[in-house]
């Protein structure tokens, strides 16, 4: 097997279910439909009490229930009764080649690998190999590291952006692949109509050198000014920053213990899951993330943006109207929201002409600050945006779309982009749990 350190990465002993049932035992990333119980009731029911991600997770709707503690002591006493109740097969030292067709008709590509935690920084102005593309929010690091402490299973959602226009990595592998007619590992719908998805195992002397050869051309390409950026995280940023967090902690105990060099190198708790994709995929969509503001003054808000963004407030007839004109421009916004029982649609134009969110955040941060008990939420998707803005007490945010171009560039000189940025994707094309890898 070949040593992929200089990346940043390494190739993981992957676990499947065995005989998977891919549309019972794969589920959504945890952060997706934060404001709808009713979905995550609905994943419940299509796992069906049978061995399921679903049982190893802790989707982030629940993060504010009570009884926390005793949810996050059952999915641990889970993990360990799958590694023990034979529902894995053996464990093998692979990536995984991945073919994701989603409910769109699109079609992504990914490579799922092992991400060394000590070639990432999510800190602003990092010249590590893999750097956050958004700010971190430092209080949401705290009640997930309780989850992942000690778990005995990591599951992963989190994916990484390569710039690779030459589709040398990612599409290079999948070609060779699709050109042997090679056998997938795992294939099978999604549920919650969410689209199908296949694997293939990546472990071969030869496929793992055309894996290495490729990434050596990314590392030329994305070496500049004395450091490298071959790695962007495009969704799960905080389970990343997490994820080396615990491994902080991990990597000091070893330490203090007297543990050999060796043992701290190749501890599995250095190591993340990810999946790399590539930002030019023609199945990847970047997708702006909604907010939806909760407990405000709304009226007093949208006067508020516009006299900070220098913007033209103007009504729409109908939602479809409101969200045609946001999906048009790359500097405007929309409003939708209940006033004394009417439907409010309106369009906030600006002329901002650098990346509309990271104007729009800040003063958008400013305002909720005079308002005592407002609440702020990040929707993935439209549909949940109209949704919300039907309830009384609650204002859906539209943001506008985000462009691929100079995505790189931009935050290798800037930094990371305001939180909650951007979105690969709609909720139902995130990434779903399926393999996984032994942690503690």
Known sequence: M???DKYGLSVPEILLPKNIDVKSWSVVACDQYTQDRDYW????????KKPSSLNLIFPEVYLNDDGKTERIKKIKQTMASYIDGGIFAAPQKEMVYVERTTAYGRVRKGLV???DLDSYEWKPFSTALTRATEATILERIPPRMEIRRGAPLELPHIMLLANDPGRLLVEGIGNKINSRKDAPIYQGELMQKSGSIKGWAVSSDDDLKSVEAALQKLYEAGSKNGSTFLFAVGDGNHSLATAKAVWEEEKKRLQESGAKAEEIQESPVRFALVEIVNIYDEGLTFEPIHRV????????LIDFLKEKLDGTVVQTKDKEELEAAVKKSAADFGFYYKENGEQKCVLLTTKITDLAVS?????????????DGSELDYIHGADEIFRLGQKDGAL?????PVAKDSFFDTIGSLGPLPRKSFSMGEASEKRFYL???RLF
């Open 2 to 4: 070949k040593n992929f």
């Open 293 to 300: 503001v909760f407990k405000a003054d709304f009226a007093a």
């Open 113 to 115: 690998a092992a991400l």
């Open 396 to 400: 859906g945010i539209l943001l506008p």
């Open 359 to 371: 104007r729009f955040q800040p003063a958008l941060d400013e305002f909720l600050k005079t308002q």
């Open 41 to 48: 009731a609905a994943a419940q029911k299509a796992a069906d």
């Open 435 to 437: 393999e996984a890898r």
